[in-house]
């Protein structure tokens, strides 16, 4: 069975960090591209940050220098650290897999996902 376990949300004020993880068994995540998404409401979902399976890494505009991902492939956990948080971050935050070499930004092409974690910056 596969699943995503997100956990290392919560309440922060601007300026402040978090450690997002994620668990993820029941598939082979050393050969997929995995990737952070967020969501605010009223808002599409957002991609945050992606690394295939080749460890090569992108991140959105609105987080390059602030945010940085990783990958524990021992234990497969995907992280993501966040600093220099802003009011703007505040959002659901989703780990999500898809079963290719190569890592798109288009969320409809991952295949799993995990329940999300909430992030609220305030001001």
């Known amino acids: 069975q596969v699943q995503l376990v997100e956990s290392g949300g919560g309440s922060v004020q601007a300026g402040g960090s978090l450690r997002l993880s994620c668990a993820a068994s029941?598939?082979?995540?050393?050969?997929?591209?995995m990737a952070w998404f967020r969501q605010a409401p009223g808002k599409e979902r957002e991609g945050v940050a992606i690394?295939?399976?080749?460890?090569?890494?992108r991140y959105g505009d609105s987080v390059k220098g602030r945010f940085t991902i990783s990958k524990d492939l021992a234990k497969a956990t995907l992280y993501l650290q966040m600093d220099t948080l802003k009011p703007e971050d505040t959002a659901m935050y989703y780990c999500?897999?898809?079963?290719?070499?190569?890592?798109?930004?288009?969320?409809?092409?991952?295949?799993?996902w995990g329940q999300g974690t909430q992030v609220t910056v305030s001001s």
């Open positions: 999500a897999a898809r079963p290719a070499g190569n890592c798109v930004w288009r969320s409809a092409d991952y295949t799993y």
């Open positions: 690394v295939d399976r080749y460890a090569q890494i």
């Open positions: 029941g598939f082979p995540a050393s050969s997929y591209c």
